[in-house]
């Protein structure tokens, strides 16, 4: 079993940079990957990157600029994602997922446990 709980949304001005956090609580984490997803109401939930738990190796998907940074804190039991320069377009609800390892990370099946989210409003 493992828990997530996001935390560091809320309303930022556009070109501000943002992290967002996902503490996470659970035994034997090493054979997870934790990945962060976004959906705006209405559209599809979109996958934005992850992290190897184990070997901190990150996969981002081909439409992901160089804006957003995955990260793990294994002491710390804490997953991040970093955007850079936000845009009001990034305005969405983010959550993060951790799901047993496989070769690829953007399949949203690959993911048994999700957060709550947390809310990103940018305001331009």
């Known amino acids: 079993q493992v828990q997530l709980v996001e935390s560091g949304g809320g309303l930022v001005q556009a070109a501000d940079s943002l992290t967002l956090s996902c503490a996470v609580s659970?035994?034997?984490?090493?054979?997870?990957?934790m990945g962060w997803f976004r959906q705006v109401s209405g559209k599809e939930r979109e996958f934005i990157g992850a992290?190897?738990?184990?070997?901190?190796?990150?996969q981002y998907p081909g439409y992901v600029k160089e804006r957003f940074t995955v990260s793990r804190d294994d002491v710390a039991n804490v997953v991040y994602l970093q955007v850079e320069k936000v845009k009001p377009e990034d305005t969405a609800l983010y959550t993060c997922?951790?799901?047993?390892?496989?070769?690829?990370?953007?399949?949203?099946?690959?993911?048994?446990?999700w957060g709550q989210g947390t809310q990103v409003t940018v305001s331009s």
């Open positions: 997922a951790a799901g047993v390892y496989r070769s690829d990370w953007s399949q949203i099946d690959l993911y048994n446990y």
């Open positions: 659970g035994r034997n984490l090493r054979p997870y990957v």
């Open positions: 992290v190897s738990w184990n070997t901190a190796l990150t």
